[in-house]
């Protein structure tokens, strides 16, 4: 089986990354094509029942995806939906934080 933690870190650091360089204002394309990765994501995700829940969250929590702040922010959120659900510190959504780690901050 995969090794969930690991595969975890590589898919919210693609994620997450590429959340911070997605466009301020996304054409009306670039927006659907954001939401069919995600929803292929939740499809193709390689730990079921990490699956099932992202594909719970997604329908609850739909991808709002008409502006770059919009969406790191509601990426944020369903790691931090995660994070509750392991257990883990939940991380601050705010964009100072977000693009730190993420845009301008550390490689890893
Ligand atoms: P990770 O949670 O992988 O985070 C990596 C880094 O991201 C952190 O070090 C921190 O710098 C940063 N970060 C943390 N929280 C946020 C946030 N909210 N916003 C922005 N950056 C943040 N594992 C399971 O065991 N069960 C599951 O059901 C499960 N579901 C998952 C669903 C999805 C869609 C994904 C992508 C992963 C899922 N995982 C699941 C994996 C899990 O989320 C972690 O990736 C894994 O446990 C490794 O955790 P970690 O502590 O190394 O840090």
């Not at 650091?13 to 094509?33: D, I």
Request: net charge positive; aromatic share 12%; with cysteine.
């Amino acid at each position: 089986p995969p090794d969930t933690a690991a595969l975890g870190r590589s898919t919210w650091t693609f994620l997450h990354t590429t959340a911070s360089y997605y466009p301020q204002k996304p054409t009306e394309t670039q927006q659907s094509k954001m939401i069919s990765l995600l929803d292929s994501l939740s499809t193709f995700y390689p730990c079921s029942w990490c699956a099932k829940d992202f594909q719970k969250d997604m329908k609850v929590n739909p991808p709002e995806v008409k502006t770059r702040d919009d969406f790191v922010k509601w990426l944020c959120e369903r790691h931090n939906t995660v994070n509750r659900k392991l257990g883990k510190p939940v991380f601050e959504c705010s964009l100072g934080k977000l693009d730190g780690r993420w845009k301008d901050g550390p490689e890893d």
